[in-house]
């Protein structure tokens, strides 16, 4: 059973830094590229970026600049660290296993809030 559990979401103030975790099981973590995507209040969930198994990136313009994808395939971990946070980057983060045995799986999410 595929399982996403992402973590490390809070209450920041604008221009802090936080490190987002996404611990996975059910699968063979190393070998699957993974993805971050946010979903504000009221608008579509947005990619972020994605990893490629052998740690290559690819960021979204959201995620371009201030936010940094990484993965640990020895505890089967994705990681989002995003610096510089501003209130527009409040959100539900999500960590996105994509097309895995034909079907893309989401965690619950955790929920970010920038203060100004």
């Known amino acids: 059973q595929v399982r996403l559990v992402e973590s490390g979401g809070g209450l920041v103030q604008a221009g802090g830094s936080l490190r987002l975790s996404c611990a996975t099981s059910?699968?063979?973590?190393?070998?699957?590229?993974m993805s971050w995507y946010r979903q504000a209040p009221g608008k579509q969930r947005d990619l972020i970026g994605n990893?490629?198994?052998?740690?290559?990136?690819d960021y979204a313009d959201s995620g371009e600049g201030r936010f940094t994808i990484s993965r640990d395939n020895v505890k089967n971990i994705l990681y989002l660290q995003m610096n510089s946070l501003k209130p527009e980057d409040t959100a539900v983060y999500y960590c996105q296993l994509p097309n895995w045995r034909g079907a893309n799986y989401w965690g619950r999410g955790t929920q970010v809030t920038v203060s100004s």
């Open positions: 990893i490629t198994s052998s740690g290559i990136t």
């Open positions: 059910g699968i063979v973590f190393r070998l699957n590229s």
